[in-house]
């Protein structure tokens, strides 16, 4: 044994040990409660050199942990000392803190496992430090893993520079077998996640917050990459105009056109992206990509361009599908309209789309996209729109309430052909405006032959069932639609017969089957508190309305998402009474009803 040192007796690890022999020699650490063995470089804990773990906090290494030192050369030291066959680098709770002047990225070698306790490890970057550093860790090996930590980027303590590649939070270039989760990852001056040609890579189950520009930023740059799976994280507000005009959450991005180095069989899957100033999630260049199950909201800061998910130039064979998106600039789009070439091959389906400040679904110069059995609703311009969206198909879609049309197929440059509306379900479109429609049609630029309209229902919507509104489309089709309550026809204006290649079977306003139909509006209903299965309600004349007949019925303002329900029913001669009830305690958002009366 060393000097001052017995198996019996240790020394207390404060006190000067000479002579310290490789495997035998130990001392007490008072101020951890463990004990350390010398290991012929350093001093380790017992339990470190049993599990191959690196404690930063080990003598050897001298990591505080405190929030009050400077802990970058103690991290940096344990994080350099990993071996070929890879370790495990502990951190404990408390802030450490590194950074300084002349800070570069702490580099993380291969196999190496950069581990915390939790959110309570905090790895915090100091003020001022380095404007050119690349990163808080740069990922140089394959097969690492960061997870159980917080690292802080302390922006605000930052000087901020104007460029990718300096100020993330972790960086890696060339890597695979990448792995982040359960990690929270703040406030830097750049990108929370940086990662270049990293195929293969996981990111899961983090947070991702408050960077100036990307919360995850994923891209392909030397060549086509395969692999990507970011699942289940929590990312929002992202983005920072004072220092660069972008923002969004997960940005997947290839390099399109024609260099063509694309993101293959990228998965976004189950995450939580909000208030990012630009975009929730954003694809370029990429295919064979899956967005699905995920929840966008309130990514609209941004004046011009903003949307919960959109896919953009290059990308191809993209399913979106199963998403939540709401009070977006923008919905869902599929837009190569900024330029480069355009790819389509793209399906939007099964989708949420409510709220949003212009269209629920947008697609704008892409062809060849299927939007099915998607929901949307209460959208402030338009439930989908198709803008020089050439071999589009739109089946089976509930398009209700939006402020100005349902479906609006409005070209402004390209010469577009073989359009499908088929089997939408088009109700309560319009708040008043002198064109608003359940379907429009408005060609400004461009063509449009071939449109197929046929098998839909179209109710109370404010102008029209189906209008042309500008321009002359060529072969349309038309049939077997039908036409309930708009409050001037079916149809708006439409070209001349010679530009129909069919038209039949369409059932117009107020002829179906001896069907009569009587309508009329409430006053405002609701705004005050409702307990569990509690009702408030309201009536409205209906001249030779009976009990016998059925009241179809629409609110004009969203009484309340999923706790609301409201009915209609004829009470009594010539008045129709119009309930509406909350499943659990809440408070209906006061609204009028429209009410229409079938006598069959």
Request: charged content about 10%.
């Amino acid at each position: 044994a060393g000097s001052g040192v017995s198996m019996w007796g240790a020394a207390n690890c404060a006190t000067a040990i000479t002579s310290p022999v490789a495997g035998s020699t130990e001392c007490l650490d008072t101020t951890r409660g463990v004990w350390n063995n010398y290991d012929g470089t350093g001093w380790q804990s017992d339990a470190a050199l049993a599990t191959k773990i690196i404690n930063v906090t080990d003598p050897r290494w001298g990591a505080k942990c405190d929030g009050a030192t400077d802990d970058t050369a103690a991290v940096r030291s344990a994080l350099a000392a990993v071996p070929t066959a890879g370790a495990i680098v502990q951190f404990p709770a408390g802030t450490c803190l590194v950074g300084g002047a002349a800070f570069t990225a702490i580099p993380v070698l291969a196999n190496t496992w950069l581990r915390g306790t939790g959110r309570a490890t905090i790895i915090k970057l100091t003020a001022t430090s380095s404007i050119t550093h690349v990163a808080v860790f740069s990922l140089d090996g394959n097969a690492i893993i960061v997870s159980d930590l917080t690292l802080d980027g302390n922006k605000a303590g930052q000087v901020i520079q104007n460029d990718d590649n300096v100020q993330n939070g972790l960086y890696a270039s060339g890597r695979t077998g990448l792995v982040v989760r359960n990690t929270r990852i703040t406030a830097t001056a750049r990108h929370g996640i940086r990662f270049i040609d990293t195929a293969g890579a996981v990111v899961v189950r983090n947070e991702v917050d408050n960077h100036n520009v990307h919360g995850i930023f994923v891209a392909a740059s030397a060549a086509t990459q395969s692999g990507l799976l970011v699942a289940e994280n929590s990312v929002h507000d992202n983005g920072n105009s004072a220092t660069n005009d972008d923002g969004t959450g997960i940005a997947i991005s290839g390099v399109p056109d024609p260099t063509n180095r694309f993101i293959n069989y990228a998965r976004v899957i189950g995450n939580e992206v909000y208030a990012n100033r630009r975009n929730g999630i954003y694809l370029l260049a990429t295919r064979y990509a899956t967005v699905s199950g995920n929840i966008a909201y309130t990514n609209r800061a941004h004046a011009t361009v903003a949307y919960g998910i959109l896919i953009t130039n290059t990308s191809r064979f993209t399913t979106t599908t199963g998403n939540v998106v709401f009070d977006n600039r923008e919905g869902i789009g599929i837009d190569t309209s900024n330029g480069g070439n355009i790819h389509g091959d793209h399906a939007v389906v099964g989708n949420f789309a409510d709220a949003n400040l212009q269209s629920g679904i947008r697609v704008q110069g892409t062809p060849s996209v299927l939007i099915s059995g998607n929901y949307t609703r209460n959208n402030l311009n338009q439930g989908i729109l198709l803008s020089d969206a050439t071999t589009s198909t739109v089946v089976n879609n509930v398009v209700t309430g939006n402020a100005a049309y349902g479906i609006n197929v409005a070209n402004a440059s390209l010469a577009v052909v073989r359009q499908v509306i088929r089997g939408n379900t088009i109700t309560s479109n319009g708040s008043g405006g002198t064109h608003d429609t359940g379907i429009r049609v408005a060609i400004s630029g461009g063509s449009i032959a071939n449109l197929t309209i046929e098998d839909n229902l179209f109710n109370a919507n404010n102008q029209y069932g189906i209008h042309v509104q500008t321009g002359t489309p060529t072969g349309l089709v038309m049939n077997r639609n039908i036409f309930l309550n708009s409050v001037t026809s079916g149809f708006g204006s439409l070209p001349s017969d010679a530009n129909f290649t069919q038209r039949s079977d369409n059932v117009p306003f107020a002829t179906i089957s001896g069907v009569n139909l009587g309508r009329a509006t409430t006053v405002s209903i609701g705004g005050g508190a409702l307990i569990a299965g509690q009702c408030t309600s309201g009536t409205v004349a209906v001249t030779g309305a009976t009990t016998a007949m059925t009241v179809l019925v629409s609110h004009n303002t969203d009484p309340g998402a999923n706790n609301i329900m409201y009915y209609a029913f004829v009470s009594s001669a010539n008045t129709v009474t119009v309930r509406v009830c909350a499943l659990i305690a809440a408070t209906p958002t006061a609204s009028t009803y429209n009410v229409r009366v079938m006598d069959q």
